[in-house]
C-alpha cells in the first residue's frame, strides 16, 4: 500500500475507535468491553496486513474459501478471524480450520454438524433473526431456547452469545440509526433471559451486534462486539466495493 492510502486507513480507524469511545462514554460503559472487528470482505490482503499493524486485532470475513485464501496469503497473523456470513454444513470442515468464533450458527442441525466434526473446543454465537424480515438468514427468535437446550449436550461447541443484524437503513420505516434501537435491545433481552434460564444460566456473554451504519446506537444497547467494514475502508482505492 502507498504511505498515502496508509494514511487514509489509520485515519479511518482511530475516528472509528473514536466514536466507539464516545457511545461507551454515552451509556456509561467501559471501552474494554466492546472489541472491534474489522470486516475485511470487500478487501484486500494488503489492506489487512496494514489493518493488524496497525493494532487491529479481530478481522471478520464472510466467506470461507476468502478466508483460508487470505490467511494462506497473509502467512500467518496474530489476529482473531470471525466467520459473520452464513455457513453451508458442507463448508464445515473448512471452517473449523480457519475461524477462532463463528458467529452465524443459525440452526440446531448446523451446531450439531459442527461439534460432530470439531477435534477441539469451538465458540459460536448464535444468529438471530430478530426483525423477522424475511431476506436475513438467522434463527427465528422462538427458536432460540430449542436451540439452547439442545446447545447444552455439544462436546465441543460452545455458544457465547448472540449475533444479529438490523435491517439496511433507508428501507421503509428504517430512516434513522435510532430505528434500530428496538432490535438490539430485544437480542440483549434474549440474551437476559437465555441467562436467567436452566441449562444455559450466565453462559451467554457477547453480543455482536452494530455495522457501520448503526454501531454507536448497538453499542449503547450493550453490544460487545462490533462488525464495521465500510467505515474503516471509506477513501481507500484499492478497495473493491463489491461485498462477497
Ligand atoms: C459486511 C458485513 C458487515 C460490515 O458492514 P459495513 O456496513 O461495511 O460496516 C457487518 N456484519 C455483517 C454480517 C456483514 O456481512
Known amino acids: 500500500m502507498e504511505p498515502q492510502e496508509i494514511g487514509t486507513l489509520e485515519a479511518n480507524l482511530r475516528r472509528v475507535r473514536e466514536r466507539i469511545r464516545a457511545a ?34 479481530d478481522i471478520g470475513e464472510s466467506r470461507v474459501q476468502d478466508t483460508l485464501r487470505k490467511r494462506a496469503e497473509l502467512g500467518g497473523s496474530p489476529a482473531r478471524w470471525h466467520l459473520i456470513g452464513h455457513l453451508q454444513r458442507n463448508k464445515v470442515g473448512k471452517a473449523l480450520e480457519a475461524y477462532d468464533l463463528i458467529h452465524s ?4 442441525r448446523l451446531g450439531e454438524e459442527l461439534d460432530r466434526r470439531a477435534e477441539h473446543p469451538v465458540e459460536v454465537l448464535v444468529q438471530v433473526n430478530v426483525s423477522g424480515e424475511a431476506s436475513k438468514s438467522g434463527l427465528p427468535s422462538e427458536g432460540l431456547s430449542e436451540l439452547l437446550e439442545q446447545a447444552a449436550s455439544w462436546r465441543n461447541v460452545r455458544v457465547l452469545g ?16 435510532e430505528d434500530l434501537r ?9 440474551m437476559s433471559s437465555a441467562n436467567r434460564s436452566g441449562s444455559f444460566a450466565d453462559q451467554l456473554v457477547h453480543l455482536s451486534m452494530g455495522m457501520t451504519q448503526d454501531f454507536e446506537v448497538a453499542i449503547e444497547e450493550g453490544a460487545t462486539l462490533v462488525r464495521v467494514g465500510s467505515a474503516l475502508l471509506e477513501g481507500l482505492e484499492s478497495t473493491a466495493r463489491t461485498a462477497n
Not at 162 to 177: C, R, V
Request: glycine share 6%; proline share 5%; hydrophobic share 45%.
Open 24 to 57: 461507551c462514554e454515552r451509556a456509561g460503559r467501559s471501552e474494554d468491553e466492546v472489541r472491534l472487528i474489522a470486516v475485511t470482505k470487500y478487501t484486500t490482503v494488503e489492506v489487512i496486513r496494514a489493518l493488524i499493524e496497525l493494532g487491529v486485532e
Open 105 to 108: 450458527v443459525d440452526s440446531v
Open 162 to 177: 448472540l449475533m444479529t443484524i438490523a435491517p439496511q437503513l433507508g428501507q421503509a420505516g428504517y430512516e434513522d440509526p
Open 182 to 190: 428496538p432490535v438490539f435491545a430485544e437480542l440483549r433481552e434474549l
